[in-house]
Each structure stands twice: as structure tokens, then as C-alpha cells.
T-cell receptor, first 109, second 117 residues
């Protein structure tokens, strides 16, 4: 079955601390993995995708096929990173996107 | 470019009524996706449409739900004879394509919150 699991509903860290939002997936084929973010009162938007291998707003995510994980990391959290983060999966060449339940990140001053 | 537009933003219906949700994709986008989000859950894929065609409706409930994306005008998600369990946030997204590094990036609308009394 195709599934995306985000084990933490809420993650609270202090400003300047490292942060890691966990994402595990189950998919039989070759997936594309994404992280989406929704800031307060804003729309859901794409943060990054694994095929781009880029760092956005200091965040990175590495696809680990052996552990079927795509954890989102940032070495030094900022207050403006407080938001809802969703991990998502799509089959390569496909269009149906499967979302995790989301993790709310709260960065404390 | 105003982005993906959805209306209404909030919709209240009584059980048994029809709900009609509209989505106008970004300019130049011909691919539309509908998702449903129940409280404390992630977005659940419902249907994917291109102009005048339903490509994948595997996430749509078998009854009462239908979607269209006509040649002219917005995409419509229609729910007939609504029940309390239909109360949710419904999100629409659009893209310019389905594959490639950026063509399949989905841009989301603000959502329509449906409440069934």
C-alpha cells in the first residue's frame, strides 16, 4: 500500500536548535518525495523536492531508499520556520500525490 | 497572476442539500487536482482532471461526488445530498504538466471549508 507516515504531530524546538521532521514512506515503485509547508494564514506551498537536491530556507532532505525515509532537516531553527509541514509522495511520471498527516513545528524564542 | 482561486471559502449546507465548490486554476495551467482534508489528517487525493477529461478519480467516493473541468470556466466539485461526514476542507491545486522538474509543481488554492449541519 502507498503510504506516507509522519510520526510526530507536534515538534517544539528552541530558536537556534537543530530540527528534524521525520517522514517514512511505503511505495512499491520509484517515488518522488516532496515537502510542503503551510505558514499561518497562507496557502500550502511546495518547500522542496528530492530530485532537485536543493536547500530551501536552510532546509534539506535526503531520500534514503534503504530506510524508506525522507526526513527534513535544518541545523538552526528560526521563529519564522513555525508552520505545518507535510511530507508527500508521487510515483515517478504519475500525478496522484499522497500526503502525510503533517507535523506542526513550533520554534520558541 | 492571482494564483489558484477557490470559492466559496466557506460553505454551509444542511443534510440532503447539494454543495458546489469551484476552482479556477492558475493562468496557463490545464491540470487540476482536488483534495479533501478531514480534521487532524493530511490531504487525501480525490480526483485529477485535465480540460474536459477526468484522468483519475480513484480517490472519489463512489456515490454523490462528481467533478468536472469544462473547456471554459472553473473546475467544479459537486457533492449531492450532503451528509455530516462530508464536512471538511476541500483544496484544489493546479499545475502546468504532470512530469518534469517543475512542470508538475502543484499550486494550491486557499481551500473551501464545507460545514454540513
Amino acid at each position: 500500500a502507498q503510504r506516507v507516515t509522519q510520526p510526530e504531530k507536534l515538534l517544539s524546538v528552541f530558536k537556534g536548535a537543530p530540527v528534524e521532521l521525520k517522514c517514512n514512506y511505503s511505495y512499491s515503485g520509484s517515488p518522488e518525495l516532496f515537502w510542503y509547508v503551510q505558514y499561518s494564514r497562507q496557502r500550502l506551498q511546495l518547500l522542496l523536492r528530492h530530485i532537485s537536491r536543493e536547500s530551501i530556507k536552510g532546509f534539506t532532505a535526503d531520500l534514503n531508499k534503504g530506510e524508506t525515509s525522507f526526513h527534513l532537516k535544518k541545523p538552526f531553527a528560526q521563529e519564522e520556520d513555525s508552520a505545518m509541514y507535510y511530507c508527500a509522495l508521487k510515483g515517478t511520471g504519475g500525478f496522484k500525490t499522497i500526503f502525510g498527516a503533517g507535523t506542526r513545528l513550533f520554534v520558541k524564542a | 497572476n492571482a494564483g489558484v482561486m477557490q470559492n466559496p471559502r466557506h460553505l454551509v449546507r444542511r443534510r440532503g442539500q447539494e454543495a458546489r465548490l469551484r476552482c479556477s486554476p492558475m493562468k496557463g495551467h490545464s491540470h487540476v487536482y482536488w483534495y479533501r482534508q478531514l480534521p487532524e489528517e493530511g490531504l487525501k487525493f480525490m480526483v485529477y482532471l485535465q480540460k474536459e477529461n477526468i484522468i483519475d478519480e480513484s480517490g472519489m467516493p463512489k456515490e454523490r461526488f462528481s467533478a468536472e473541468f469544462p473547456k471554459e470556466g472553473p473546475s467544479i466539485l459537486r457533492i449531492q445530498q450532503v451528509v455530516r461526514g462530508d464536512s471538511a476542507a476541500y483544496f484544489c491545486a493546479s499545475s502546468s504538466g504532470t512530469s518534469g522538474s517543475t512542470a508538475d509543481t502543484q499550486y494550491f488554492g486557499p481551500g473551501t471549508r464545507l460545514t454540513v449541519l
